[in-house]
């Protein structure tokens, strides 16, 4: 019997791909897992299965805790609720973890680039409650909660004070939004004053903080922001240090735990071989640290930083030619 049981969601897109290269690396590296495949998105629906998220899926994720996902499609102005947003609030993966990080070999604007963006994932505007009141008007609901506010705050300060982390900054728009932003930061200062007063802590208004993590990203540290916001910066922040292909990510909840990339689906280069499977390698090193399977993340570490910095086996967006295959293979060649 394996020592683990790991639920995989191949996704849409280039989900299949980059899912399957982050499981071979992972098996290759020594990963003692059974791995339970289900499918989510639109591969789902075409799969049969009358629904985007089917019941067998989320099953699968409350039986296991733990799943690497690939990206979803989720369509542009009808259609389908985000399969992510459901899968975020019926599991209660209230914190999104997106680690940001130079890579040795990765040629970008800024060294020494090092944040973790900590994104309440359960609601805010994200949410998608959009009403039309008559024809030609619309709302869009933003909701925040004491609670979730809380609860966000605190995982990012006890994250700060795990990881040895000096600083949270929080990125809002409380001038404008004075009820639900001014809500987010006054539980962030509430919770730091209260629980972590040794962590310093900034807030900053949003647009004046994008143009800072823009001029000079090595000033921040953790940014803790609500849903929309940390949407977006997100992949700002992928812009700063190589790229989607290289940033990866955890959804956390109480009870279970959904490691994805930060990219989508990339219909735009889906089935061609040209996906950099990267981001989702890291996620599932992410997710072998939050199991305590250390050693093995920090081989495909190695082996991973040992072919970028050769840079002669990488993926186009890293400035090679490598296909996802090819790069995958080169990567597991390097595990020792
Ligand atoms: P995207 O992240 O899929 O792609 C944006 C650009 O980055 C494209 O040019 C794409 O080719 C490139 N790119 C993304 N990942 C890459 C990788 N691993 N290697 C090389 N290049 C990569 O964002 P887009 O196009 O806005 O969205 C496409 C679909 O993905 C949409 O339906 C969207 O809703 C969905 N999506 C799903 C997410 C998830 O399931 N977690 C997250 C973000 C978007």
């Not at 994008?210 to 940390?230: A, H, S, W």
Request: glycine share 10%.
């Amino acid at each position: 019997m394996s020592k683990h049981t790991i639920v995989l969601i191949p996704g849409d897109g280039i989900g299949p791909e980059v899912s399957s290269a982050a499981r071979r690396v992972l098996d290759a590296a020594g990963f003692d897992a059974q791995w339970i495949e289900v499918p989510a998105g639109a591969t789902a629906v075409e799969q049969g299965h009358g629904n985007v998220l089917p019941d067998l899926t989320i099953d699968a994720i409350k039986q296991h805790r733990i799943a690497l996902k690939g990206p979803v499609t989720t369509p542009v102005g009808k259609g389908f609720k985000s399969v992510n947003v459901q899968l975020r609030q019926k599991l209660g993966l209230y914190a999104a973890v997106r680690p940001v990080r130079n890579m040795a070999g990765v040629k970008t604007w800024f060294d020494g680039v090092d944040m973790v963006i900590v994104r309440e994932n359960t609601e805010g505007l994200y949410s998608g409650i959009e009403n039309e009141i008559t024809p030609g008007v619309v709302t869009s609901l933003k909701v925040a909660t004491e609670t979730a506010c809380k609860r966000i705050a605190r995982y990012a300060f006890k994250y700060a004070l795990q990881r040895n982390r000096r600083k949270v900054t929080v990125f809002h728009k409380a001038n404008i939004m004075k009820l639900t932003d001014g809500m987010f930061i006054a539980c962030a200062k509430l919770v730091r004053e209260q629980e972590f007063p040794g962590v310093d802590y900034e807030e900053m208004i949003i647009d004046a903080g994008c143009m800072k993590l823009v001029q000079d990203p090595t000033r921040f540290d953790i940014l803790l922001m609500e849903n929309l916001y940390g949407d977006l910066v997100s992949d700002l922040c992928a812009g700063l240090v190589g790229g989607l292909g290289v940033t990866p990510g955890a959804n956390i909840g109480e009870d279970y735990a959904v490691f994805e990339a930060v990219h989508g689906s990339a219909p735009d280069i889906a089935g061609q071989n040209k996906a950099n499977p990267l981001a989702m390698i890291i996620s599932g090193v992410m997710m072998l640290n939050h199991i305590g399977e250390t050693a093995i993340g920090e081989k495909i570490k190695a082996a991973y930083n040992a072919v970028i910095a050769e840079a002669k086996t990488t993926t186009r967006d890293l400035g090679g030619t490598a296909g996802t295959r090819e790069f995958t293979d080169a990567i597991i060649a390097k595990l020792k």
